[in-house]
Every structure is written in C-alpha cells, then in structure tokens.
C-alpha cells in the first residue's frame, strides 16, 4: 500500500509582523466562512511546505492553481525549482504526472464529504477561537485556531485573509505544542485569467496512460452495497472517537486486485482502511516494525505524524492509515472482523 500525499495543509496557508495601532476591528470569522472560502475562490500562487520531524526539517515548494469547486492544479518543485511531480484535478478525474519515470495515472476523486458535513463534523470534534491579527503577504489577517477536543488529535493554527476568508499560513502542533508541519504562501493572486485553462491536463508526448483503479461501486454512509457482490469484507467496527464514514470505494486496484476501501473524517483528520485479498498484502518495507493484530501477523510504519497498520485477518488483508495516535489506530484494527 503505497503512501498518497497529504495536501489537506495546502488550503490552510510567515509571519510578517502584528497588525499596527489604528487598524479597525475584524468581522466576525467563522468555521463556515474558512471552510466556504476554501472551496469557492480562484486563485494561483506559489506554496511553501516545511515538515518537522526529529530528523529535521524538509521543505517543498508548489504552485497551486484552484478553480472553485471544479478542480486544483498542484506542480511540485524539486530543489532546483524544476517540476518533480504534476497532480490536476478536474471535476471526478485525477491526474498524476511523474516526468522522471515518464509515466502518468488517472483515477477517480476521492470524495471529502459535504460541506455541512464537515462543518457538523469540525464543530462537534474542535473548539474554534480567533486570537489576534497579524499580516501575511502584506494583507491583514485573522489569527484563528482549531483545538481538538479528543486528546491526540493536532491542533491547526491559521493565519485567515480578513478579505476573502481564505487561509494564508497554517501550522499544525501535537499535544506538547510541536510543530509537525506549517505551509504558507510564498506569492497570491485572486481570480487569475489563466485559471480554467490550467485544469486541462495535457499529455506528454510518448507517454501512456496507466489506471491507477478501476472504480466499480462508491457510495457514503447512507449509500448500501450494491446487490450481489461476492466479496464484502466487513469495515472497522469500532472508529476514534468523532470520526464518522465520508466515503466507501469498491474498485480494481493498478494490479487488478479486487479492493474496498473506507475513508472517515473528524472535519479536519482523515483515517482511511484497506482490504483486499490477503495474498495481495504488501510486503513489510525495510523500515517496517512486525506487529500482531489480534493474534495476526502485520506491521507498523510512521512518517512524521502519518502512521500505517497492515495485517493479515484470515482470507483479508488490511491496512490502516492515518493521523491518529499509534493506540487509536491499534483499537481500530482490533476491532476490525
């Protein structure tokens, strides 16, 4: 099971100083409005991602373009500021464009919820509070704050555009006020000419197109299985507290594996489960740690604050990947059929 990027930092986006004497006072800022902002402006800009761990520090840098509802462009930049990786999502399709291997994916979106669902889900899991003002890119900002209510979960801190509710900075701290990762703009423009046309992916030449799954049912918590499948491998029945179902994917992966796959959300946190045929389960990587699941053998993997659980239960294998504390991920997978 490979590793998918995290880019849920990417719509919270240093700081350049404290708003001077005289500055009047903000209106009113709102889960809502961030949530909203997110998801109905267009722009394009550059983006800096720095990931602290105890090894130090990696930095990345993107340009991002978004287009509403409708989609995201997203160029990842080696060091030398040469494109490494191409992601551009339009409408229900993702592309992946890797130029080094010369290779590109498409598959389906992967759904986030509604938006009244995540709100519903922010407001019953985080404690929300703005702090102060600041500016950021020469613009007056909000200085705003999630604090989760479940112990484990991490703590986001965003730096809120007054104007358009949209966030410039965020960085997220563990439970002992760590920094885990911070991501800002570099550069902004709002309503770009060139937005639209940067969704239109265009393919390289001398280059095929490779499926990363074939979907073959989606649903979310109030969507049943389709009638006659053969394979209906039960889902966790125990989940950390506050997350609820978003999403559930039934698709051939790039193997032709059957898969089903469940995605559940806290309105900030994503966990997603895996389950496929268990002589499909992936290797234990070098860095892997064994690990027994109820008695079955699997093993444990951690980048930063991301951590995956794999095992083997009987015929199926499953994988558990999210940003929960390592006992919470333990309590899901034993309490997985």
Known sequence: MRWRRSLGLLWFFGLSGLAGPGQVEAAPLTPDAILRARETLHYSGLIKVTTFSERGEKVRRLRVTQVGSRGTRQEFLDAQG??????????????????RQGKVTVSATESEGSLSQRLALVKRNYDFRVLGQLRHLQRLTLLAQFRPRQHGNLTHRLWVDQLTRLPLVVERRDEQGRLVDRSEFLSLRLNPVEAARALTFQLPAAVKVQSQNTMLARGDAATPLPV????RPPPPRQLPAGYALIQWQYFLDHRQVPTFA????????????????????????????????????????????????????????????????????????????
């Not at 959300?265 to 860095?287: I, K, V």
Request: aromatic share 10%.
């Open 262 to 337: 469940w995605r559940f959300h806290d309105g900030l946190a994503l966990l997603s489960c895996f389950a496929t045929d268990a002589r499909s389960q992936a290797r234990r990587p070098a860095e892997g740690q064994p690990i027994r699941i109820g008695g079955h053998p699997g093993f444990a993997l951690q980048h930063g604050h991301k951590r995956l659980l794999s095992w083997q239960q009987g015929p199926t294998a499953y994988t558990l990947v999210g940003e929960c504390p390592e006992a919470w991920l333990n309590q899901v997978a034993e309490n997985t059929p």
């Open 82 to 99: 040469h494109l490494s990786d191409l992601v551009t999502v339009n409408g229900g399709v993702r592309w992946h464009y890797a130029p």
């Open 228 to 231: 006659g499948l053969t394979w």
